[in-house]
């Protein structure tokens, strides 16, 4: 599903942020991707999205070689990849059913599918009454659970998870957590990025664990071990 | 994932149909949530317009009051009191037959003595004098008015190398004339380059806020156009909207100033036609007859302006 070989990142300045990294993921795995701060785990996130490209190396990303992708291709990556951010990045300017319902519409689906699909992914995370409230207008917890829905509206493959329990209280991480399984439950494979222990501890899944761009540990069964 | 990539493929078509209805929805959606961003864009659009349009409108009433002071210049051909009444009716046949001149006129010499008693009616030493002498002193007097002012040294040229008009010639009155008309041609040149130059300077102040107005709406909207892009959304799908909102502020911003230069022009004919008298000039019907190249040109250069700012702000953003 998502293979990375021998990538490393090197920033002007001669910063390595990753090294030599070989990670290969399979389909319907949840893997949790922990390391302390500036460790490269949101270069890798960057780089699985093709925000930023490798300085050597190969990402494979359902056999295709995105590595040197043309620009023009990555609305088409990214369509396919659900993506849950720390800062929660929804719209301002539209309600909850519109920021849902934008990764449908650039994707080019039909407006009755749309009508159909946005309410479904909004009642999964429990926001069915809330559809014609603006971001502001809902908790932070909300907000994550709407990043969620829209990560989920085109039915990605992979879901990347970058720190999404950061700005959150425990009972909604908790909350966030449980619908990421969920999702992996129906055969998406996530890619959880956190420094949260308990949270690592709890999911008693896969661990790739990062320390100064380089992969230290990398278990099936894994613990936070910094 | 391969799969997927054959279901975009698929919905490539459906892609492109849907596009344009969602960018209008879009543009729609963001002009009425951030009114208060587009009533200052369209405001701001709106003033720099309308001073253009306001210096189309001094350069148009300028052209007229100089047009207005040329058909007041005339050349005057005085005959010597012997001169006969045929004589002088073959150098006005003669001038009558001439391209260049509008139309002669026949002062005779009890008219142009009634004229100046007229004239000087509140002068009585000329008056007095007048009274002194037992003959009229006048002779008669062809008035000459030329299409172009530049023509009116031809009728003089031209009574001047005729030897038989020579002869009956006692004056002719256009060497002030001249002054009077080289200077006014002088004053509508300046005039035309000043109103120009002030008229281009306008628009390039006009250009550079429209453009950093546009510039700080995008900057404002840099987080979203990011977001758009981590979603899926392709360069052209963001920049859709936001360019179609510049067009629809440029549109806005021309109808706006069409209403408002039409009502200018109405509540400001009674004072124009007062200013320039029975010159046949009125603004409203000056913005009738131009209408198309004034606002026309306008609304081609705002929209230009606008979506090629907006076009050029965004590139920045969009590299995400």
């Known amino acids: 599903m998502l293979q990375f070989k021998n990538v490393s990142k090197i920033y002007t300045g001669q910063q390595t942020a990753l090294k030599d990294i070989n990670l290969h993921i399979e389909p319907g795995e949840f893997v949790s991707i922990v390391g302390q701060s500036g460790t490269g785990k949101t270069t890798l996130v960057k780089m699985i999205l093709a925000e930023e490209r490798p300085s050597s190396g190969h990402i494979i990303i359902g056999g295709w070689d995105i590595t040197n992708i043309k620009q023009r291709e990555i609305p088409t990556l990214r369509k396919q990849i659900g993506v849950v951010f720390q800062d929660f990045k929804l719209l301002p300017r539209k309600t909850l059913f519109e920021n849902v319902a934008f990764a449908l519409e650039v994707s080019g689906e039909a407006q009755a599918k749309i009508k159909e699909i946005v309410p479904q992914v909004l009642r999964i995370v429990g926001l069915e009454g809330k559809m014609s409230r603006f971001p502001n207008q809902i908790s932070g917890g909300e907000q994550q659970r709407v990043v969620v829905a829209r990560s989920l509206a085109h039915r990605p493959k992979i879901l990347v998870a970058d720190e999404p329990t950061g700005n959150l209280d425990s009972i909604n991480s908790r909350e966030i957590i449980e619908l990421l399984k969920k999702i992996n439950d129906f055969g998406t494979t996530v890619i959880l990025v956190t420094h949260n222990r308990e949270i690592v501890n709890d999911l008693n899944r896969r661990v790739i664990t990062l320390e100064d761009g380089i992969v230290i540990s990398d278990k099936q069964r894994g613990r936070y071990l910094l | ?320």
């Open chain 2, 1 to 320: 994932m391969l799969s997927a990539i054959s279901k975009e493929a698929g919905i490539y078509y459906n892609m492109i149909f849907s596009s344009l209805p969602r960018i209008a929805k879009f543009s729609l959606q963001n002009f009425f949530r951030n009114i208060w961003l587009s009533i200052v864009t369209i405001t701001i659009i709106v003033l720099t317009l309308f001073s253009v349009t306001s210096l189309i409108f001094v350069n148009a009433i300028m052209d007229q009051a100089i047009k207005l002071v040329e058909s007041k210049v005339d050349v005057s051909v005085y005959f010597k009191p012997a001169a006969t009444g045929e004589q002088i009716l073959a150098v006005q046949t003669y001038l009558e037959g001439q391209s260049y001149v509008k139309d002669v006129m026949y002062v005779s010499k009890s008219e142009a003595l009634a004229k100046l008693r007229e004239q000087y009616n509140d002068s009585p030493l000329i008056l007095e004098s007048l009274k002194e002498l037992d003959n009229n002193p006048l002779g008669d007097t062809l008035i000459v008015n030329t299409y172009e002012t530049k023509d009116y040294q031809k009728v003089i040229d031209v009574m001047e190398a005729t030897p038989q008009f020579a002869a009956l010639v006692d004056n002719q009155s256009f060497d002030d004339n001249s002054y009077i008309i080289a200077k006014l041609e002088d004053i509508s040149k300046q005039i035309f380059r000043v109103g120009w130059g002030i008229t281009i300077f306008f628009a390039l102040i006009s250009l550079l806020v429209i453009v950093n107005t546009i510039r700080i709406a995008i900057y404002t909207h840099r987080d979203e156009i990011g977001i758009m892009k981590l979603v899926g959304a392709s360069n052209q799908f963001v920049r859709g909207p936001f360019v179609m909102e510049a067009f629809l502020y440029a549109i806005i911003g021309s109808v706006i100033t069409f209403i408002l230069a039409y009502l200018v022009a109405t509540f400001s004919d009674p004072y124009v036609v007062g200013l320039l008298g029975q010159v046949d000039f009125t603004l409203l019907g000056y913005l009738t007859n131009n209408m198309l190249m004034i606002f026309g040109g306008e609304l081609v250069g705002i929209v230009l302006i606008s979506v090629i700012a907006t076009s050029l702000a965004l590139r920045r953003y969009l590299r995400v």
